[in-house]
């Protein structure tokens, strides 16, 4: 099943998502986004996570700092938005988990 010569672009297209790499890079951008949007005290404490349906989950070291971003949501949902014009982040979702 020769399917002849194919763009370049199209052949690193299928490699990366074969592999991952578009993941990767994502979960860098949003690492990078939500340390900016946070502030570096508070990222020292917290982890975002993946991005599902306009929700960002973000793993937060304990409850008091979870129930504090959850003030703050609002203006934290906007300078993503700003940081990330395209990404879809409509919501945020804190959870109280390990941050390694």
């Not at 099943?1 to 991952?20: C, D, K, T, W, Y």
């Not at 973000?58 to 504090?68: K, P, Y």
């Not at 971003?69 to 959870?95: C, D, M, T, V, Y």
Request: glycine share 12%; charged share 20%.
């Amino acid at each position: 099943m020769n399917r002849g010569p194919r763009a370049i672009g199209e052949v690193l297209s299928e490699v990366m998502a074969r592999r991952g790499y578009a993941r990767v890079q994502c979960a860098a951008a949003y690492d990078a986004a939500w340390r900016e949007a946070a502030g570096p005290l508070t990222a020292g404490y917290t982890r975002p996570g993946s991005l599902r349906r306009g929700t960002l989950e973000v793993v937060v070291a304990n409850s008091t700092l979870m129930q504090e971003l959850g003030f703050q949501k609002h203006a934290l949902l906007e300078s993503l938005a700003g940081l990330l014009p395209g990404e879809g982040i409509e919501n945020i979702r804190f959870r109280v988990g390990s941050i390694e």
